[in-house]
């Protein structure tokens, strides 16, 4: 009787740490990859231009931009490579751990667990992604000179010191804690809703996933306006933008700028990127999970 109990959805405390990890890293990699252009588009379409230009809202979509080369919408996409493997290995992992630390495992629904799992191990994934994510920013925009990812690491290090690649941690912390706590809760809520026997079923994972990244990523697009131009306030021409300090002088200069509406910047793209990555992320972590399963209940599990 207790092994017809056992279900997919402990696979959590029966995978090890390092097969967690590995299914987050391979998650993390096709998930950034997957969606990498469209990211391009949004940080385009978020970052503020100087005061002379016209139409700030859509400079990103002018017919330059529409008629860049698609390489250039994959440039720094080997930044997040290198930073996204190692950091959502970190991510998954810990999720996984505090997830059953928190009690999320258990029968039923427990948003709030999961959410705190979510949280605790946002902390973790972003203090080692930031970095990363920095660079690929400043490769991103639409000027960039940047040819390698350790031109641009180098460059921001010599013009702008080593604080320049963590000056919007606070702000990241603040937009991705509430971000995955609203992703991980989702996400966990859908899937016992679609698939009650736990079982691996790649359908309820690709729309589970889809649904919390689409409604994560709405609820928190604010804060990844001012996450935006913290990290590329270097490559400004403005000088206000330039000597931004952090979240409120961020927040300061796009509500004075632009109203509530600057904080909807690439409202669109960003939805749209996280929509499907989120879908990706998910099913590829739990594929991994599932092919890493322990192989004496394998007979308990749904197909492939």
Not at 88 to 93: I, P, R, Y
Not at 146 to 165: H, I, L, Q, T
Not at 184 to 194: G, N, P, Q, S
């Amino acid at each position: 009787m207790a092994e017809e109990e056992y279900d997919y959805e402990s696979l959590g405390e029966n995978t090890t740490m390092t097969q967690n990890a590995f299914a987050g890293a391979l998650a993390g990699i096709a998930e950034h990859c997957a969606m990498y252009p469209v990211d391009s588009i949004k940080t385009r379409m978020q970052v503020i231009q100087t005061a002379s230009a016209t139409s700030p809202t859509t400079l990103a979509l002018n017919q330059p931009m529409v008629r860049t080369a698609s390489r250039n919408l994959w440039r720094g996409v080997n930044s997040v490579v290198m930073g996204a493997g190692p950091a959502h290995a970190l991510h998954f992992a810990t999720y996984e751990f505090c997830k059953e630390y928190y009690g999320a495992n258990r029968q039923g629904h427990h948003p709030l667990a999961s959410a705190a799992a979510g949280a605790t191990a946002t902390f973790a994934h972003d203090t080692l992604m930031n970095p990363f994510d920095v660079i690929k920013q400043r490769m991103q925009l639409k000027d960039s000179t940047f040819r390698s990812v350790r031109e641009c690491a180098r460059m921001v290090f010599a013009k702008e010191g080593f604080s320049a690649f963590y000056i919007s941690l606070p702000t990241t912390l603040a937009m991705s804690v509430p971000f995955q706590s609203l992703q991980f809760a989702t996400y966990e809520y859908f899937r016992k809703v679609l698939n009650p026997n736990g079982g691996y079923d790649p359908t309820t994972h690709v729309i589970a996933g889809g649904l919390a990244g689409a409604i994560a990523s709405s609820m928190t697009t604010p804060l990844d306006v001012v996450k935006t131009l913290l990290q590329t306030r270097g490559q400004s021409q403005d000088a206000r933008i330039r000597g931004a300090t952090g979240f409120m002088d961020g927040f300061t200069i796009i509500k004075e700028r632009y109203g509530l509406r600057g904080f909807f910047r690439g409202f669109k793209p960003r939805v749209l990127t996280h929509m499907p990555s989120a879908a990706i992320s998910w099913s590829v972590y739990e594929y991994f999970k599932w092919l890493m399963r322990p192989t004496s209940h394998q007979g308990n599990l749904l197909p492939l």
